[in-house]
């Protein structure tokens, strides 16, 4: 029984149809959705693309983490780009975060973000 209630329900069972149907389109459909979706379609598709294991959204993932985003947005971000384990990701998270430590580093979101980054053996000041 699936709710259609809303897009960020639609999206994953998109993803999936495009996964099984057209699989040749879905790396171009999720680097298009990186660019465009906004609160919680970003969750959804971080899920998706940390659960496929599309390492190769690395570079539009952090495209997208050095523009304005909300915490929302920023937490799932970096959790993505941090559950792909490279050492050099690891390196730009830590750079682009610094940078735009306003956009995550307040109301609950800071303590969020801080767990996730300690998970990951990050401190920030």
């Not at 999206?11 to 790396?27: A, G, R, T």
């Not at 690395?58 to 959790?79: C, G, M, P, Y």
Request: charged content about 30%.
């Amino acid at each position: 029984d699936y709710d259609f209630a809303s897009v960020d329900k639609i999206l994953p069972l998109m993803l999936e149809s495009i996964k099984e149907y057209d699989n040749s389109q879905l790396l171009n459909v999720c680097k298009n959705r990186i660019k465009i979706s906004k609160f919680t379609i970003v969750e959804q598709l971080m899920q998706f693309i940390k659960d496929n294991h599309f390492t190769e959204m690395s570079d539009e993932i952090f495209t997208r983490l050095q523009q304005k985003n909300q915490a929302f947005e920023v937490f799932h971000l970096t959790k993505t780009i941090l559950s792909f384990d490279n050492p050099e990701d690891k390196i730009k998270v830590i750079n682009t975060l610094k940078v735009n430590q306003k956009d995550w580093d307040w109301g609950n979101w800071s303590g969020s973000m801080r767990k996730l980054l300690r998970a990951y053996d990050i401190e920030f000041d």
